[in-house]
């Protein structure tokens, strides 16, 4: 579908709009296949071997399109339910930017009678669509969310993880400072950048490519406590100040979150980047924890999964990101948390103060069976 110049215009203002954050290419690629495989679908069904995508933007096809997409995304005629309802979303929404660039096309060459085609098509879509598609997968998603088991990770998991996170960052401190050979020097400050970035990612309950993202400029950027407000604090909250360190980074949606750091994963930060040079990080690797053969980074997901399978927890699989997120969002209901804090909290995590409730908070009753 390379060819296909449609599709070539969504996935390229997909990624002029994601701009230069190449780990979300993946998302423009998938889009790009999904409607390829529309395409397929809709050439066998109207016999049109060489047919593109902006051919069938059209009000007589919308039907065609609708068959289409309940084949791709296994539509069942006798449930009403889809195989794959997200791809069927997906689709709908793909469809509808197809034809907004058709549209836009449209205006910019005069071409009346495309214009005419593709708002038709709009006004069908926006009509229809729901009725046709999107309820169903809607419905589909419900009903396969209601048998779903609510997981939390236990207490217990999550404090055992933390203290072997901590013997294995002093192991790597201790490797680092005492590395004599240029590769064992390599393979210390790797160890204590992946434990570190754990460390971050369990200590924050942040999601995991936030931390992983974390670029040099945001720690020497670190936010400064302000003298009036310092003055309203308590002691206890004046000590916290003290303890740790703030640093902000750019998060789902272009919110601004902070990360925490305690005054042992501040040493372990300033070591690695004191130690980048000696061990081989390339100096345009802008990356706090970077890779060493490539201008990226490492990834949080994946070391959060090595430090877990090698810590013997009692539920392992219940230890990721998302999940540590969705435990703090529950055990904040068992303090009865006011508006205003839990709003507080709510934009700690990055989120939006509704999603905070409808997403990530469990049943009350529910989490107090679990922990």
């Known amino acids: 579908m390379k060819t296909d110049d449609l599709i070539r215009s969504v996935a390229s203002r997909e990624i002029k709009r994601i701009g230069n954050d190449t780990e979300r290419f993946g998302q423009v690629r998938n889009k790009a296949r999904e409607?390829?495989?529309?395409?397929?679908?809709?050439?066998?069904?109207?016999?049109?071997?060489?047919?593109?995508?902006?051919?069938?933007?059209?009000?007589?096809?919308?039907?065609?399109?609708?068959?289409?997409?309940?084949?791709?995304?296994?539509?069942?005629?006798?449930?009403?339910?889809?195989?794959?309802?997200?791809?069927?979303?997906?689709?709908?929404?793909?469809?509808?930017?197809?034809?907004?660039?058709?549209?836009?096309?449209?205006?910019?060459?005069?071409?009346?009678?495309?214009?005419?085609k593709t708002q038709g098509y709009c006004k069908l879509h926006e009509v229809r669509?729901?009725?046709?598609?999107?309820?169903?997968?809607?419905?589909?998603?419900?009903?396969?969310?209601?048998?779903?088991?609510?997981?939390?990770?236990?207490?217990?998991?999550?404090a055992k993880l933390a203290s072997h996170l901590n013997s294995q960052a002093k192991l790597a401190t201790d490797k680092l400072a005492k590395a004599e050979g240029t590769e064992e020097l390599r393979e210390a400050w790797v160890a204590l950048s992946e434990v570190s970035?754990?460390?971050?990612?369990?200590?924050n309950r942040r999601r995991a490519g936030e931390v992983?993202?974390?670029?040099?400029?945001?720690?020497?950027?670190?936010?400064?406590?302000d003298p009036d407000v310092l003055r309203s604090l308590s002691e206890f909250e004046?000590?916290?100040?003290?303890?740790?360190t703030r640093i902000e980074v750019t998060g789902k949606r272009g919110r601004k979150v902070p990360i925490l750091l305690t005054k042992q994963m501040k040493a372990a930060v300033d070591l690695l980047i004191a130690m980048r040079s000696s061990a081989g990080i390339s100096a345009t690797n802008?990356?706090?924890?970077?890779?060493?053969?490539?201008?990226?980074?490492?990834?949080?997901?994946?070391?959060?999964?090595?430090?877990?399978?090698?810590?013997?927890?009692?539920?392992?699989?219940?230890?990721?990101?998302?999940?540590?997120?969705?435990?703090?969002?529950?055990?904040?209901?068992?303090?009865?948390?006011?508006?205003n804090e839990l709003d507080v909290l709510a934009g700690y995590m990055g989120h939006d103060i509704r999603i905070?409730?409808?997403?990530?908070?469990?049943?009350?009753?529910?989490?107090l069976t679990i922990t």
Not at 85 to 95: I, M, Q, T, V, W
Not at 356 to 367: F, G, Q, S
Request: charged share 25%; proline share 2%; net charge positive.
């Open 129 to 158: 669509w729901h009725e046709e598609v999107s309820s169903h997968a809607t419905r589909t998603l419900q009903m396969k969310s209601l048998g779903k088991s609510k997981r939390l990770p236990l207490s217990q998991d999550v």
């Open 238 to 244: 004046k000590k916290l100040c003290e303890a740790l």
């Open 197 to 203: 970035l754990t460390q971050m990612l369990l200590f």
């Open 286 to 339: 802008q990356f706090l924890f970077a890779c060493r053969k490539t201008d990226g980074h490492l990834r949080g997901c994946d070391t959060l999964r090595k430090y877990v399978a090698s810590a013997a927890l009692a539920q392992p699989a219940n230890i990721t990101s998302s999940l540590l997120r969705k435990q703090v969002a529950t055990l904040s209901q068992l303090v009865s948390l006011k508006d």
């Open 35 to 116: 409607l390829a495989r529309l395409v397929v679908t809709l050439r066998n069904l109207s016999n049109q071997k060489s047919g593109k995508l902006a051919d069938f933007i059209k009000p007589e096809s919308f039907s065609l399109i609708v068959t289409a997409t309940k084949l791709v995304a296994g539509f069942s005629e006798d449930k009403c339910t889809f195989a794959t309802p997200s791809l069927a979303s997906k689709l709908g929404h793909s469809l509808k930017l197809c034809a907004d660039i058709l549209l836009a096309q449209a205006y910019e060459s005069q071409d009346d009678s495309l214009l005419k």
């Open 212 to 225: 992983s993202k974390v670029k040099l400029e945001h720690v020497k950027q670190q936010a400064t406590h």
């Open 356 to 367: 905070h409730r409808e997403y990530y908070r469990l049943p009350y009753l529910h989490c």
